[in-house]
């Protein structure tokens, strides 16, 4: 797969992969990213990711022909010795209304009803490409074309943790009370991000996530269990 770079500054680079949301695009990342790791750990202050770059922030100087040379030869490795391993996560969401405030209005706008924004969203299976924005949150490749929705244009001052949202081709939660631009589907009664756990998320980049719906009466059941550590998150 065809790959550029732009440098930043001396410190600071991209990698740049095509601009296309794919699963092969986050396994050669997760490859690249392993091989730097492994080869270039002295000189790494910090790899992050997104859905088609990774920005290496350097503890050394870098020149732009030293970027061209790590290009070319990064390009020419065999990576091997990385494996692909993905878990499968189950995510209950309550698709109820008083949850999913901006159902009604993605129906009008897509000329679908509500029933079957919500089976379209669970039905898809969903992949973790990097965490963004919030600590916590997921940004999911995957979700359904007919789903797509441009952010809106005045975004909400507080939207609640736990809230399943879409917005733009993609869609998430939102692991902690926060302003935001996307539309609310639901809401999950799991907590996502927590600092006192390690890892602080339990999904890593390159898991599956499935949404599992559920009723309003099972939320507060589960809501309850959580509350009181009695509730943990189950992957496959």
Not at 45 to 68: A, H, P, V, W, Y
Not at 120 to 145: A, I, K, T
Not at 211 to 233: A, N, T, W
Request: aromatic share 12%; with cysteine; proline share 7%.
């Amino acid at each position: 797969m065809e790959i550029s770079y732009f440098r930043i500054h001396s410190k600071l680079f991209e990698i740049i992969w095509p601009k296309e949301i794919s699963q092969s695009i986050l396994k050669e990342q997760l490859r690249v990213k392993s091989y730097l790791e492994n080869e270039y750990a002295e000189g790494i202050k910090e790899i992050r990711m997104g859905f088609n770059t990774l920005s290496l922030r350097l503890i050394i100087d870098i020149s732009d022909k030293e970027c061209f040379e790590l290009i070319e030869e990064i390009k020419i490795q065999p990576l091997k010795g990385f494996e692909y391993r993905s878990k499968t996560w189950r995510i209950p969401v309550c698709y109820d209304e008083i949850f999913g405030k901006d159902l009604n209005q993605l129906s009008k706008t897509h000329q679908i009803p509500v029933e079957e924004i919500v089976r379209l969203h669970y039905s898809s299976p969903y992949l973790l490409h990097f965490y963004g924005f919030l600590p916590g949150f997921m940004y999911l490749g995957g979700l359904d074309v007919r789903l797509h929705s441009p952010r809106k244009e005045k975004p909400e001052r507080l939207i609640p943790a736990g809230t399943v949202a879409i917005g733009g081709k993609q869609t998430g939660i939102y692991p902690s009370d926060s302003p935001g631009g996307w539309y609310a589907i639901g809401k999950t009664p799991v907590n996502l991000f927590n600092i006192q756990q390690d890892p602080p998320c339990p999904a890593h980049i390159g898991d599956n996530i499935h949404f599992v719906p559920i009723d309003r009466e099972e939320f507060y059941q589960i809501q309850k269990k959580v509350q009181s550590g009695q509730y943990h998150l189950k992957h496959d």
